[in-house]
């Protein structure tokens, strides 16, 4: 999912949870910032102080660069969440590793990590890591069907725009690939595949999209992005009433027909290819009180001023300088870019040490 979904469409949902502006403002950055917290290290202040912090996404994703893409171990805790084979902890012992960390939408293990976000609501970055939570919970529907690692489970072929006829998919993927890609048989040839679902690009991420293509297993899939999304949105919300009830199993009802019809219009009608042009639409509609709570003026900035970072540390560039040195000022260690990375390595932590490990899963 782009940043329409991750940033606007868990505002929206943050929002029609009860959330008031503030708490979904925070919410929704969090989300949308996992995908661009691409810097990791140590932060040096001048008074002597320090502190490190993770990233959980890659600096360019750019789908030709195998190598670079495999170097990073940001994708199954933050991006690809193994689905044990939609098994309870215990249950398949005797399936391989790669069975076990196939994405699945709303797995048992997707449940789990719900259930830990809520049960830590009480944290200082408890937030924070509702937005975290929440990217990686929406991914487990976008990411099916895709592991977080370079194998030949990503390997598919026969890829088709349902809504373009004449195989445009495929001839997209052949003038992005180039001679990687066998437009004959619609997949990447050689020994290196792209990890994820880097073989359908962006595919399984644009909400308005209904595509098709053959699994590793020659299996043909047929995918409506929308419903898959709204199925997405249905749960999200669902997860955020509860956290505010601070009771992970609480019985709370879903979406609201008319909430959920205003969503799934959005998802279909809003084509942009471009994630910034969908993003502006939504931010749009969210300005002139589409949806059933007070228009709001929402944004993000991802980096330079009025970015978390710049807040937090004074700095517009994009990139780290490891010999930087910033000036300490108190309200860093409350601000909301170090409360991210705060959440950020709790949630990895969890996720590879104990809640994949209950799986049976060893990621790291």
């Known amino acids: 999912m782009q940043k329409d979904f991750h940033h606007a ?12 502006h503030a708490e979904a ?63 309870n902890a215990g249950e398949n012992p005797l399936d391989t590793f790669m069975d076990k960390i196939v994405c699945k939408p709303d797995s048992p293990i997707a449940r789990d990590m719900v259930a830990a976000c809520i049960d830590s609501r009480n944290s200082p970055h408890a937030l924070q890591r509702l937005g975290i939570t929440l990217h990686v919970y929406a991914d487990t529907w976008s990411h099916q069907g895709f592991a977080g690692v370079n194998h030949k489970n990503n390997d598919i072929s026969k890829l088709n725009d349902e809504d373009n006829p004449g195989n445009y998919l495929a001839n997209r993927l052949k003038d992005y690939f180039g001679d990687k ?13 792209p990890l994820g679902h880097g073989a359908a690009l962006s595919y399984p991420d644009r909400p308005y999209l209904k595509w098709s293509y053959k699994d590793s297993k020659k299996n043909r899939v047929i995918r409506d992005n929308a419903a898959i999304f709204l ?22 009802p879903g979406l609201q ?49 009025g970015s978390w970072k710049h807040e937090a540390l004074g700095t517009i560039k994009v990139t780290d300088d490891k010999n930087e040195k910033f000036e300490f000022r108190p309200g860093f260690l409350t601000s909301n870019w170090k409360l991210f990375h705060d959440a950020l390595q709790v949630h990895r932590f969890y ?14």
């Not at 940001?74 to 991006?79: K, Q, R, S, T, Y």
């Not at 890609?181 to 595949?193: E, N, V």
């Not at 199925?231 to 709370?252: S, T």
């Not at 996720?351 to 790291?364: D, F, K, Q, S, T």
């Open 181 to 193: 890609f066998d437009a004959i048989a619609s997949k990447l040839i050689g020994d290196t595949l």
């Open 231 to 252: 199925q997405a949105a249905e749960k999200m919300y669902i997860a955020m009433r509860r956290f505010r009830l601070g009771d992970a199993n609480a019985d709370v």
């Open 25 to 87: 403002e925070i919410i929704a950055y969090a989300s949308q910032y996992v995908d661009d917290a691409t810097n990791a290290g140590v932060v040096h202040f001048t008074d002597g102080s320090m502190y490190e912090h993770i990233s959980s996404a890659h600096k360019t994703l750019d789908y030709k660069n195998f190598d670079e893409l495999a170097n990073h171990q940001a994708w199954l805790p933050f991006h690809f969440l193994p689905g044990n084979n939609n098994a």
């Open 9 to 20: 469409t868990t505002y929206v949902l943050a929002r029609l949870a009860d959330f008031d």
């Open 257 to 305: 027909a008319t909430d959920k019809a205003r969503i799934e219009a959005l998802f279909r009608n809003i084509k942009h290819e471009e994630e910034r042009a969908r993003h502006q639409a939504w931010l749009e509609r969210i300005a002139t009180g589409y949806f059933d709570f007070p228009p709001a003026n929402l944004t993000y900035i991802e980096k330079g001023p």
């Open 351 to 364: 996720v590879i040490h104990e809640l994949l490990p209950r799986y049976g899963i060893c990621a790291a």
